[in-house]
């Protein structure tokens, strides 16, 4: 069971590492994107990877800590930090997300059109389902909630896949500038549950527990 437990947290960690590295090349080329077309969209969902891309650092630490034999006080220590970490991104996105929108609605201007921007919208409907799954898998096999919470993110971006590439389409083509803003704003319901759940969970994890346990 323990060789089995260490396999599990070696893949977990393989799955945070591909996430982490996706996730930069997302922030990077949908940000860049977003600025110089002014899609408070594509903005919105780049932020959003930066969570993703935050989580995976933190899990990795997290992760790794397990894996190189952490005692039960410092594994439960870093799984609190890991779920305040994601918690506290979650809720960053929410602010930035309202920004960009409400800019947007101010300005009312329509955004640009960039290849760059859809292209890398279209690879993450094929990649993200992916690393959804294989954090879901791992967090499920190590009963890890931070890396389910990092699945469900995973696909909460997935979504806003949608909603953003609907938002830019009907902008281009509809010429509704108040798309782009609508889309990002119906992203914020979802990241914000995510944000208010983590956060509980985080507010759960004791890892004063693990002496009481420890001398019992």
């Not at 002014?38 to 899990?59: C, I, K, Y």
């Not at 979650?90 to 409400?102: G, K, M, Q, S, T």
């Not at 389910?148 to 010429?175: F, H, P």
Request: net charge negative.
């Amino acid at each position: 069971m323990q060789d089995d437990r260490e396999t599990n947290l070696k893949r977990g960690v393989r799955v945070e590492i591909a996430s982490f590295v996706y996730n930069l090349i997302e922030v990077v080329v949908s940000v860049t994107a977003g600025l110089l077309t002014g899609s408070a969209a594509l903005v919105s969902w780049g932020l959003d990877s930066t969570v993703e891309a935050t989580s995976a650092a933190t899990l990795i630490w997290r992760l790794k800590g397990e894996k190189d034999g952490a005692d039960k006080r410092t594994v439960l220590h870093r799984k609190k930090v890991a779920l305040y970490v994601v918690a506290c991104a979650f809720w960053i996105v929410v602010a930035a997300i309202l920004y960009e929108a409400v800019s947007a609605f101010i300005s009312q201007e329509a955004p640009g059109f960039n290849w760059w921007g859809i292209a890398i919208l279209f690879v993450s409907l094929v990649v993200n389902p992916l690393l959804a799954w294989g954090k879901y898998r791992y967090g499920k096999r190590l009963d890890s909630p931070a890396l389910k919470y990092d699945a469900k993110d995973t696909l909460i971006c997935e979504y806003q896949t949608v909603v953003v590439l609907a938002g830019i389409g009907l902008t281009q083509w509809m010429g509704w500038w108040w798309a782009d803003p609508v889309a990002a704003l119906l992203i914020v319901p979802y990241v914000a549950w995510e944000a208010f759940e983590a956060t509980k969970d985080a507010r759960s994890v004791e890892p004063g527990e693990a002496e009481t346990t420890d001398d019992t």
